[in-house]
């Protein structure tokens, strides 16, 4: 058997209320590690990584939200020997102006879940 190699999947996990069909819904772009001996079989994990997403809940109005992976948006292999603090596992081409994928830091993923840890997701979506 061949040495196991790290790739990077990138699930699409999409939201819905109750199966609301009229909204494009909520897209969660999962960046997932996957260790895997070859493309193949990391792409059939990634598969697999995908049903687990799936996941249907009642929110506090009673709702039922579904999260359903729809698919893979990537799959790359990580050369993992280069491995290191600030190593690249990702890159998204787009053309756009650059003012437009700049963040501030009250948005990053890390400090906006800590300030908002408290608020429900329909409190959240209401104010987008």
Do not use: C
Not at 52 to 73: C, K, M, P, Q, S
Not at 98 to 108: E, H, M, T, Y
């Amino acid at each position: 058997m061949s040495q196991a190699r790290w790739f990077v999947g990138v699930l699409v996990v999409r939201s819905r209320v109750d199966g609301d069909m009229s909204e494009p819904g909520l897209l969660d772009l999962q960046f997932r590690l996957i260790h895997a001996a070859d493309p193949e079989s990391a792409y059939t994990r990634a598969l697999e990584l995908g049903r687990h997403a799936t996941d249907t809940y009642r929110n506090v109005d009673g709702n039922d939200v579904t999260w359903e992976f729809i698919g893979l948006h990537d799959l790359r292999e990580v050369d993992d020997e280069s491995l290191s603090d600030g190593t690249e596992v990702y890159s998204q081409l787009a053309r756009d102006d650059a003012q437009n994928a700049v963040v501030p830091k009250s948005k990053l993923s890390v400090f906006w879940a800590e300030a908002n840890k408290h608020r429900t997701a329909q409190d959240l979506l209401g104010n987008e």
